[in-house]
C-alpha cells in the first residue's frame, strides 16, 4: 500500500539471515571430523554453499536500491536514541570516574532511568538538581558525559562508532570492492 512505511526489505533480509546461518551450521556440521574417510560426505556441502550465496545475493541486489532512496531523519533517530537510554552506561562510567564504586553507580543510574521513565524523561532533560538528588557528585559536567555524540564518538574500540574505527571500516570496505 502506498501508505505504507514500513522497511520491508530491511525486515525480510534481516529474516534471511536465519536462513544463511542455517546454511553455515550445516557446513560446519559437516566439516567437523574430517577426514573420516573417502570424504563422500562434503558432496553435501554444495546444497548449502548455493543456498548461502542465491540468498546473499539476492539480499543485497533488493538492500541496495532501499538505501539508495532512504531518506534519513536525523531528528527522529536522535530523539529516538534518546529515548532509549543508550548513555546510561555512560552515566554510570561518569559516575566510577568521579570514585563512586561502580556498584553504587549502576544502583544510581538504574534509579535515574526509572526516574525519567515514569517521568516522560530522558537522561538529558534531567536537571542538575534531579541528578544530586541521587547523588551529590553529579556537577555541569554530566551533561558533557552524557551527550549521546560524546557516547558514540568516544567509543573508540574495533568496529566502534568512533569518526576513527568508522573511516578504517570504510577503507576496507573500499578496498574490498
Request: aromatic fraction near 8%; charged fraction near 30%; hydrophobic fraction near 40%.
Amino acid at each position: 500500500m502506498p501508505q505504507k512505511k514500513n522497511p520491508d526489505v530491511a525486515e525480510l533480509v534481516r529474516g534471511k539471515t536465519g536462513r544463511v546461518y542455517g546454511d553455515l551450521m550445516t557446513l560446519l556440521s559437516m566439516m567437523k571430523s574430517l577426514p573420516l574417510a573417502y570424504n563422500k560426505d562434503m558432496q553435501e556441502d554444495k546444497e548449502a554453499i548455493f543456498d548461502a550465496v542465491d540468498t546473499v545475493k539476492l539480499c543485497l541486489k533488493t538492500f541496495a536500491p532501499m538505501l539508495g532512496t532512504a531518506k534519513v531523519l536525523k531528528d527522529n533517530m536522535y530523539a529516538a536514541a534518546a529515548k532509549g537510554f543508550i548513555n546510561a552506561t555512560d552515566c554510570a562510567d561518569y559516575l566510577t570516574k568521579k570514585g563512586v564504586p561502580f556498584r553504587d553507580a549502576y544502583k544510581i543510574t538504574g534509579e535515574l532511568v526509572a526516574y525519567c521513565i515514569a517521568h516522560g524523561k530522558t537522561l538529558e532533560t534531567l536537571s542538575l538538581e534531579e541528578y544530586r538528588k541521587k547523588s551529590d557528585v553529579f556537577s555541569e559536567d554530566i551533561y558533557n558525559a552524557i551527550d549521546l555524540k560524546t557516547c558514540a564518538f568516544t567509543r573508540n574500540s574495533l568496529g566502534g562508532p568512533a569518526k576513527e574505527q568508522t573511516e578504517m571500516q570504510l577503507k576496507a570496505l573500499r578496498e574490498a570492492l
